[in-house]
């Protein structure tokens, strides 16, 4: 027989005297049950603290941003100071040679490390890096837009696809981004600069050399001590003699100029005091030039056949003893430093005159402002001629600086 379960006298017994228990007890009691309750939890299961508050509480964190923003300086610092030393040599710094040198392992942060190297030359030396045009960006200035697009309509008609040319020469150099009015103030003459410099000038018993390269202009670039005058305005003749004769000149071509304007290949270029060749010839000039990346000399028909180099206006005669012929075109380094359009205004300044001799005159004769101002507008027109006459003997339009 089942046993009876409590009554219901006796559940409502038990239920208020669990309510006329003390508040004390009824705390203790459930503090002993909360206490069970995490003795049952596993121990092994650590509490999980925000991703904030650890990012907050790790003392290295900054540290490490620190040592990557020191380590990005010191990289910009070293390629700055491999693109200056080789541009003393005048040698190319290509991109392998930064990774190498310069990046290590670090390669993917070429771009940050070359952003602020640029900062750093810019700010401090005034210069900055180009890159020079590839291979194909050259052949296309030298042949002129006309001849490319006749290839590409010749491609089209037989159904031959252009090949994509390649994208930059990742051959980098230094160049000058001073503005032209820097520049032009800091050639003119000062009369404090000019008394020191004289009282540092050589005296007649030095050698005559020495005597003309450091001869005192008082301007705050020295350019008559620190430049080599004679083979740089040389280099700039052989580049105008180039352009203007449709970007291509025979070897023989070359040399008929030059003996006009009473130069041969064995006259001697008289470089600075601080040079340390202080003369050369002016066929190993030239082999400098080529060197350096100013111009280049090839053979005729090597280029035709490949398609290259194909000259409007290029008559060269034999040259050597197997009947080769040259010609002489400009350097990828000439169209990233000096460009066609700062040569054809080297040559119409030259032409044309010296604006600044004419007002001299003009002031010294009296000449009222108006005649002044006609003999400017006039010259300012001579040397537009000038520059569209070169132009036009250049074949096309003339390539600036990129």
Known sequence: MARAGPSRASQRYSQSQSQSQPGSQRRASQSQRQRRARHQEPEDEPEEEPEEEMEEDD????????????????????????????????????????????????????????????????????????????????????????????????????????????????????RSNLDPIIIEESLQTDEKILEEEMADAPSDDDDDDDAASSRSYGSIIAWNSTDHL?????????????????????????????????????????????ATQRNMTVDKYLEELIRHGYIERQRVGDNQKTGKGRGKRARPGADDDTGAQYEWRWGNRAYSEVGERGIAQFVAEFMVGDEDADEEEDAEAGGSRHARRGRQADDKSKFSKMVRGIERAAGGELADLK
């Open 59 to 174: 003392p290295d964190a900054d540290l490490r941003r620190g040592d990557a923003d020191n380590d990005l300086a010191r990289k910009a610092n070293d390629l700055v100071r491999l693109a200056l030393f080789n541009e003393h040599k005048r040698t190319p710094l290509r991109r392998e040679e930064i990774t190498k040198k310069v990046l290590g392992s670090s390669s993917r942060a070429f771009t940050i490390v070359f952003e602020k190297a640029q900062e750093i030359l810019r700010s401090t030396f005034g210069m900055e890096m180009v890159e020079l045009r590839s291979r194909a960006e050259v052949n296309k200035t030298a042949n002129g837009a006309n001849d490319e697009d006749d290839l590409d309509e010749a491609r089209k008609a037989a159904g031959i696809k252009k090949r994509a040319a390649a994208i930059g020469s990742k051959t980098y150099i230094l």
């Open 230 to 274: 004679a083979p740089i305005g040389f280099g700039y003749v052989v580049l105008a003699l180039i352009l203007v004769s449709g970007r291509v000149l025979g070897d023989n071509e070359l040399k008929a100029y030059l003996k006009r304007l009473g130069a041969n290949l064995t006259s001697k270029l008289r470089f600075g005091m601080h």
